[in-house]
């Protein structure tokens, strides 16, 4: 079972900045991609932004230019730095990791993190 410490989240002004951090433990194996997803009630998750252990990065084009992607894979931590944010950006952030322990895929889930953008 894999756990998650997320943090970072809050309220923030329009054309503010937050940065979300996700930190994984336990039976994390072998990690082949970190992301964030968001939510906003009556509506599906989406992907905001995922890494490769590669460092290979994927953005939506809604966050494309304002959100940054990195992780740390000595720490199994993923962050997302956020900024020019807009009152849209609002949602439930989520951490996910996708791997392997060891030949059993999994695609585990943080439990989500507030992020409000309001002035």
């Known amino acids: 079972q894999v756990q998650f410490v997320e943090s970072g989240g809050g309220l923030v002004q329009p054309g503010g900045s937050l940065r979300l951090s996700c930190a994984a433990s336990?039976?994390?194996?072998?990690?082949?991609?970190m992301g964030w997803y968001r939510q906003t009630p009556g509506n599906e998750r989406e992907l905001v932004a995922s890494?490769?252990?590669?460092?290979?990065?994927n953005y939506a084009n809604p966050v494309k230019g304002r959100f940054t992607i990195s992780r740390d894979n000595a720490k199994n931590t993923v962050y997302l730095q956020m900024n020019s944010l807009k009152p849209e950006d609002t949602a439930v952030y989520y951490c996910?990791?996708?791997?392997?322990?060891?030949?059993?895929?999994?695609?585990?889930w943080g439990q989500g993190t507030q992020v409000t953008v309001s002035s």
């Open positions: 996910n990791v996708k791997g392997s322990n060891p030949k059993i895929e999994y695609d585990s």
């Open positions: 890494i490769t252990s590669g460092g290979r990065t």
């Open positions: 336990g039976s994390i194996g072998s990690i082949t991609a």
